[in-house]
């Protein structure tokens, strides 16, 4: 059986095994709520930042290093960068599949955006929609290899990954673009600071997304085909069009992660963004999402994100501490797919 109901759709596929025969309304949703991944990944949030809020406490009662106004910013800033991008991520592993690309897709991003704003003299408008294009082409030849060529989007997706980001060295032959140069960083774009341009564009995002995951046809679909694919052939869903999507859909919000990043760090660099691939898919797998497919949310892949936006933060703070942070994402991710396959193998 499947693990979507497509009668039912996603929400049926993340109750799990549903409320107890004598339960109430009211008591059914309140179980419902405290099962939902989403719920667990707040909490680790939450416990994170009490953590390092007691660690940190300074000594004297002074101005705590941690917890303060600035350095919350701070830390929305960057995760934004990975979370704008995660909301993609996560919506191809629920579909089933893999995106590798993310991170070199933010550099050749910058780079073409850099490039046309500076060299050829482009408006910043038409510049920023060039950047976005290199994601709409990204995700295109991701979709064709998985559903037309029929790779495995590990293999597709690496391929790619290795396009865009030697793309991204041969238009800069080494240099990097200074849009710092023409755009001072006093610009507020409808009189909002670049500082809270990233959290709010990822909290929009986050909130159009769950509810196109939640209550669309074609968002309750990549549950569908996540889970079972050849059932979701048989209920009449176009499969090859619902991983086109959410290829699609990936390579345009990790451009849109490249134009924020460029945006707020004023280059275009083509090593920029390394590794982030790790800390994108670690956020969506922390934030529920099954490498299965058929699980997860936009919301959790946003969680995830602070979860490892607060760790980047903190550890530098703590002496002897500063380099550990690859290390533990590396166990997080190793302890939570664990978790997720003894989960999976009992619910069978």
Same mark, same amino acid.
């Given at each position: 059986?499947?693990?979507?109901?497509?009668?039912? +759709?996603?929400?049926?596929?993340?109750?799990?095994?549903?409320?107890?025969?004598?339960?109430?309304?009211?008591?059914?949703?309140?179980?419902?709520?405290?099962?939902?991944?989403?719920?667990?990944?707040?909490?680790?949030?939450?416990?994170? *930042?009490?953590?390092?809020?007691?660690?940190?406490?300074?000594?004297? &009662?002074?101005?705590?290093?941690?917890?303060?106004?600035?350095?919350?910013?701070? *830390?929305?800033?960057?995760?934004?960068?990975?979370? $704008?991008?995660?909301? +993609?991520?996560?919506?191809?592993? *629920?579909?089933?599949?893999?995106?590798?690309?993310?991170?070199?897709?933010?550099?050749?991003?910058?780079?073409?955006?850099?490039?046309?704003?500076?060299?050829?003299?482009?408006?910043?408008?038409?510049? /920023?929609?060039?950047?976005?294009?290199?994601?709409?082409?990204?995700?295109?030849?991701?979709?064709?290899?998985?559903?037309?060529?029929?790779?495995?989007?590990?293999?597709?997706?690496?391929?790619?990954?290795? /396009?865009?980001?030697?793309?991204?060295?041969?238009?800069?032959?080494?240099?990097?673009?200074?849009?710092?140069?023409?755009?001072?960083?006093?610009?507020?774009?409808?009189?909002?600071?670049?500082?809270? $341009?990233?959290? *709010?564009?990822?909290?929009?995002?986050?909130? =159009?997304?769950?509810?196109?995951?939640?209550?669309?046809?074609?968002?309750?679909?990549?549950?569908? =085909? &996540?889970?079972?694919?050849?059932?979701?052939?048989?209920?009449?869903?176009?499969?090859?069009?619902?991983?086109?999507?959410?290829?699609?859909?990936?390579?345009?919000?990790?451009? @849109?992660?490249?134009? $924020?990043?460029?945006?707020?760090? +004023?280059?275009?660099?083509?090593?920029?963004?390394?590794?982030?691939?790790?800390?994108? /898919?670690?956020?969506?797998? $922390?934030?529920?999402?099954?490498?299965?497919?058929?699980?997860?949310?936009?919301?959790?892949? =946003?969680?995830?994100?602070?979860?490892?936006?607060?760790?980047?933060?903190? @550890?530098?703070? /703590?002496?002897?501490?500063?380099?550990?942070?690859?290390?533990?994402?590396?166990?997080?991710?190793?302890?939570?797919? =664990?978790?997720?396959?003894? @989960?999976?193998?009992?619910?069978?």
């Amino acid at each position: 059986m499947s693990r979507t109901d497509p009668q039912h +759709g996603p929400a049926a596929a993340d109750a799990g095994s549903g409320p107890p025969p004598a339960a109430t309304p009211g008591r059914s949703r309140w179980v419902s709520l405290l099962r939902t991944r989403e719920l667990s990944t707040l909490f680790i949030l939450v416990a994170e *930042i009490a953590f390092f809020a007691w660690y940190l406490w300074p000594d004297g &009662g002074g101005r705590h290093p941690f917890v303060n106004a600035e350095n919350g910013l701070l *830390i929305l800033k960057y995760s934004a960068i990975y979370g $704008i991008a995660a909301i +993609g991520a996560s919506m191809v592993i *629920i579909s089933g599949g893999v995106d590798l690309a993310p991170g070199a897709v933010i550099a050749l991003t910058t780079v073409v955006l850099g490039h046309q704003y500076l060299e050829s003299q482009w408006s910043l408008l038409a510049s /920023i929609l060039a950047g976005l294009g290199v994601g709409v082409l990204a995700g295109g030849l991701s979709a064709a290899l998985v559903v037309l060529v029929r790779l495995p989007p590990f293999i597709a997706t690496l391929g790619v990954m290795g /396009i865009t980001r030697g793309l991204a060295y041969i238009v800069t032959e080494g240099r990097f673009f200074d849009v710092s140069a023409r755009i001072p960083p006093s610009w507020a774009p409808l009189g909002v600071p670049l500082d809270l $341009i990233a959290p *709010i564009v990822m909290v929009v995002l986050t909130v =159009v997304f769950h509810l196109f995951m939640r209550h669309v046809q074609a968002g309750r679909a990549v549950f569908a =085909v &996540g889970g079972n694919e050849t059932a979701a052939r048989y209920t009449g869903i176009q499969v090859g069009r619902i991983k086109t999507m959410v290829y699609v859909a990936s390579g345009v919000l990790a451009a @849109l992660s490249g134009v $924020i990043l460029v945006l707020g760090q +004023g280059q275009g660099k083509a090593d920029l963004a390394n590794g982030y691939e790790l800390d994108i /898919i670690a956020s969506a797998v $922390i934030g529920g999402a099954s490498l299965s497919g058929g699980r997860g949310s936009v919301v959790g892949a =946003v969680l995830g994100t602070l979860i490892f936006g607060v760790l980047r933060n903190a @550890l530098p703070q /703590i002496p002897g501490a500063t380099f550990y942070d690859r290390l533990i994402v590396g166990l997080v991710v190793v302890v939570i797919v =664990v978790v997720d396959q003894l @989960l999976a193998r009992r619910q069978a």
